[in-house]
């Protein structure tokens, strides 16, 4: 079965800072997808960025990056020029071909210092 | 707009109290999904659903009920609920199961039972 291990339940950066979130997985499969989401203090889930495991270069959405290791299994989410409105709870994600659900990491919460 | 709606948003009951979280998606998708999100647990999936009277168990099934009568309507029932089963609770959505899909969340409930 595939897991989604988040160590850092906790991180805080300075405003306008970067600050890294880890993501390591476990999987025996080739072929698979990789998801940041966002859960705000809304509660609403929202999609930050994705990765397809067969592309070698690694997604990028404005201020967030990701830095895919696929060898060591590893995606983490780098986010720049840290801003108040990044404060939330992070979810690490993997989905596979015709698997009938997305496996998430614990979160990580996310603190942005003024 | 796009959306999954849920209701209600917030319930407090009692033990033993039969309830049902209604969940609705209005972009035709044939795909969805509940999960409860838990502190340090991230996210688990309760059921799912393929299509309209195709539903199966996810990781934590027990002690909930699901139904697919029509394709926008996958409503989520406790029996009985009993206070491990106080949590918060997303209905997500998409096109297949196809690993890129987005799933679409809807806000969650939040559950307690006293």
């Known amino acids: 079965a595939q897991t989604v291990t988040q160590s850092q339940p906790e991180m805080s950066v300075q405003e306008a800072e970067t600050v890294t979130l880890s993501c390591t997985y476990d999987?025996?499969?080739?072929?698979?997808?990789l998801f940041w989401y966002k859960q705000p203090p809304s509660r609403q889930m929202i999609l930050v960025i994705r990765q397809e495991a067969y592309k070698q270069q690694n997604a990028t959405e404005n201020r967030f990056s990701v830095n895919f290791q696929k060898a060591a299994k590893s995606f983490s989410l780098k986010i720049s020029d840290s801003q108040l409105g990044d404060a939330a709870m992070y979810f690490c994600?993997?989905?596979?071909?015709?698997?009938?659900?997305?496996?998430f990491g614990t979160g990580t919460r996310l603190t942005i210092i003024p | 707009e796009a959306q999954v709606t849920q209701n209600p948003r917030y319930l407090i009951t009692v033990t033993g109290k039969k309830l049902t979280v209604t969940c609705s998606q209005n972009m035709n998708h044939e795909y969805m999904s509940w999960y409860r999100q838990d502190p340090g647990l991230g996210l688990r999936q309760i059921y799912y659903s393929m299509n309209v009277e195709v539903t199966d168990k996810g990781d934590v099934p027990e002690g909930y009920k699901v139904s697919r009568k029509e394709k926008r309507n996958f409503p989520l029932i406790l029996e009985s609920p009993s206070p491990n089963q106080t949590s918060l609770y997303f209905c997500?959505?998409?096109?297949?199961?196809?690993?890129?899909?987005?799933?679409?969340f809807g806000p969650g409930t939040r559950l307690t039972v006293l």
């Open positions: 997500a959505s998409s096109f297949s199961l196809a690993g890129d899909n987005e799933q679409f």
């Open positions: 999987t025996s499969e080739s072929d698979y997808y």
């Open positions: 994600a993997y989905n596979d071909f015709g698997n009938e659900k997305l496996t």
